[in-house]
């Protein structure tokens, strides 16, 4: 490998086009099931939405900002958005020629999407029926010359811009313009019609609309109408309030007002639209040299087809995988008392969440229990974990919630649970001024004998844990939830030293103790000893851990990784025995657990927690990693990784080229990494039911 000069480093908004490609992908595979690959469509749409919402607007605003005041900066964040707009448009291509092998596929399994000029007699009736019943009154019109910019309406929507057509008293044409949003939150994206001889017929509710616009502008004398819909990004940073006179709940609800008229910076239209109509668009939308505009297709907010109708056909979906309850800690008796007798872990979703809910609600009741403890980042719309703090509180439980008010995009809810949480007399923090709390930890005190804690990777979210694969460990160890004390002390008074023995915590020494880490697998390959490091986690992409990779790697330490999203390493650069391999999964579950295996001379010390390797998570936010040391999980995490890397059915190798290449390896799994973990958890589960029968 060169020279420490030499290493090279990939942008990350450069590497998760990259990642979102693999995705889309995933959409383009015949082996996946139909339903399943509209859903990855979708969310390769929605995954764009918010890049260009959060990332490309940065990088807008560098490239502007930058001109003044840091020329470099500018100079690159103008190449950045260049490359994504380029590698956008390449991608689109695929996109679309997937979107229309997907619904070709549907058709031959007797799912028919059709439009507006392919509906028959009957098939109209319905839909006149549909407009009077569900539609009349959701759409008002609004003529372009009636407004100046579109600055009040929402990026979360599709818009249908309308061409009328009037005669005048002499015959000729005059055109008409006027715009509506597309009442999708009411109505849904998708219509169902009737079914008939054995065939199932859908059509986006776009197509609807326009089979109604002559009702929808009854009385207006138009003799003929178009509709061609539009939709675009705005730019969804908030501007915080920085007044101390306000309270930091008024802050960010000024904040959330101001996103809503965010700039927009990216329009999507139907390329099948007259000039006349996109220029009045386009005037509408008050965008710059650095925003991006593309012709589309006639449909746009592809996420919709997370929702498809499945038309009762389960066969075209993922062979479910029901939750497995672990006996280990739902058997009869106190599952506070199983913990505190013995370490145990979850991993969602192959495990039940509910464990780690029944863990919360016999807190919230138990006389042995004094205090609860949490951090909460994301919650679920009708939060479990909330309404067990709230009993607690309610049983004269101690009960102190950290609760993060800037969760990206969940600030609103947040807002409204903190406001609950108060209500029922919970001690709610708002985190840290200047720092993200990121940590996902659970501190439960008890009157007598141990305490316990609990460490995640992942929210502590009942939505999430049905599709994120995260893990959660439950320990009574004393060295463990000391130092997970500690940290609500360290949150609430962040600028007092606090030494954590055995977690590493951001921003106050995590980085310097993976340095640490990373520097003893050197050490121990120059002295003869078992030296590697193998880690799962979301991104990587700060520039020390960058280095300290390549640094190990060049000292000829192997280094193993499962990375889902952005990697700013590039293996593409070196010849083949680099010591570096990447693999990056897509498949039915979000991979999203953060766990770190170094060989440490032969001791395997693993790690699992909340941060990923990015200067946010390891400067900018309070972060948690928990060491693993009962032998039986550490074995299990250890597994997570080495299915991991020996997937080969749903892995793609990372290398910063963004070929994507399928993922090779000596010693492949029979199926992908999730079924064959599953699988396990499963013959485990029987093991252990045996056993305790």
């Known amino acids: 490998m060169n020279r420490k000069k030499d290493r090279p480093y ?42 260009y919402r959060v990332r490309v607007a940065s990088q807008n605003r560098i490239a502007e900002w930058g001109e003044k005041y840091g020329a470099s900066e500018a100079l ?35 799912i028919f999407l059709i439009n507006d000029s392919q509906v028959d007699d009957g ?21 372009f010359s009636s407004v100046k910019y579109l600055d009040h309406e929402s990026d979360e929507s599709i818009y249908m811009a309308v061409r009328a057509v009037r005669e005048s008293a002499s015959g000729r044409k005059m055109f008409e313009y006027a715009y509506f949003e597309l009442p999708v939150q009411n109505c849904g994206r998708f219509v169902r019609l009737p079914d008939r001889d054995g065939r199932n017929y859908i059509m986006y509710l776009d197509d609807v609309v326009r089979c109604s616009l002559g009702y929808i502008f009854e009385g207006m004398d138009y003799t003929d109408m178009e509709g061609y819909a539009f939709k675009f990004t705005r730019d969804a940073e908030m501007e915080i309030d920085d007044d101390r006179r306000n309270g930091i709940l008024q802050k960010i ?42 012709k589309s297709g006639r449909y746009h907010n592809h996420k919709d087809l997370m929702k498809f109708p499945d038309c009762g056909r389960d066969e075209l979906k993922f062979v479910p995988f029901p939750p497995i309850r672990r006996s280990v800690l739902d058997g009869d008796g106190s599952i506070l008392e199983r913990i505190r007798m013995q370490d ?37 719309k009708d939060s479990k974990v909330v309404r067990s703090l709230i009993g607690a509180a309610r049983n004269g439980k101690k009960v102190t919630v950290v609760i993060e008010l800037l969760a990206r995009f969940d600030e609103e809810s947040n807002m409204v649970w903190a406001q609950k949480l108060q209500e029922a007399g919970v001690k709610v923090i708002f985190g840290v001024e200047g720092l993200k709390v990121h940590s996902k930890v659970v501190y ?13 990777t992942g929210n502590f979210h009942e939505g999430n844990a049905r599709t994120y694969t995260d893990c959660i460990i439950m320990t009574a160890s004393r060295r463990i939830v000391r130092d997970v004390d500690l940290v609500f002390d360290f949150i609430e008074k962040p600028y007092i030293p606090v030494h954590f023995k055995e977690l590493l915590v951001s921003p106050n020494d995590m980085k310097r103790r993976f340095i640490s880490l990373v520097n003893a697998e050197i050490r121990n390959l120059k002295a003869g000893k078992p030296a590697y490091i193998k880690m799962k986690l979301n991104h990587v992409t700060d520039p020390v851990m960058v280095g300290k990779i390549y640094e190990a790697a060049e000292a000829g330490v192997k280094i193993e990784m499962v990375v889902r999203g952005n990697c700013s390493i590039r293996t593409d650069r070196f010849p083949e025995g680099c010591n570096i391999r990447i693999n990056g999964i897509i498949d039915r579950y979000l991979e999203h657990s953060r766990i770190f295996v170094f060989a440490a001379g032969g001791q395997n010390k693993v790690f699992i927690g909340s941060a990923d390797w990015m200067p946010r998570n390891l400067d900018n936010r309070i972060e948690v990693i928990a ?48 079924e064959a973990l599953y699988l396990h958890y499963r013959q485990l589960e029987d093991e252990e039911s045996r056993i305790a029968r």
């Open 344 to 380: 145990s872990f979850l991993h969602v979703p192959y495990h039940s969440f509910s464990s780690f809910i029944r863990v919360l609600h016999e807190a919230a009741i138990s006389k042995e229990v004094k205090s609860i403890k949490i951090t909460l980042y994301r919650l679920a």
């Open 253 to 294: 609800s000024k904040g959330l007002k101001s996103r809503k008229k965010g700039a927009p910076l990216r329009v999507l239209y139907d390329e099948a639209m007259p000039e006349d109509l996109q220029r009045r668009v386009l005037s509408k939308l008050d965008l710059d040299k650095n925003d991006t505009v593309l």
């Open 76 to 110: 690159l964040a103008k190449k950045t958005v260049r490359q994504i707009s380029k590698l956008y448009g390449r991608y689109m291509k695929d996109y679309e020629d997937a979107v229309h092998e997907v619904y070709a596929a549907l058709a031959e399994q007797n």
């Open 444 to 456: 439960i005190g008890m009157k007598k004998g141990p305490d316990i804690a609990c460490i995640s």
């Open 10 to 51: 990939l942008e990350r908004d450069i590497s998760w086009m990259y990642f979102n490609r693999r995705i889309l992908q995933e959409a383009c595979k015949g082996t996946v099931p139909l339903l399943e690959r509209l859903s990855f469509l979708g969310i390769y749409s929605n995954n764009l939405d918010e890049f």
């Open 123 to 143: 098939q109209r009736d319905f839909l006149r029926t549909y407009y009077h019943e569900k539609l009349e009154g959701l759409i008002v019109p609004v003529s």
């Open 627 to 674: 060491p693993v040391y009962d032998p039986a999980i550490k074995q299990e995490m250890i597994r997570i990784v080495d299915y991991g890397l020996r997937d080969t059915t749903q892995g793609r190798l990372v290398d910063g080229s963004g070929e994507n290449i399928p993922w090779t390896c000596a010693n492949p799994l029979p199926t992908g990494s999730q």
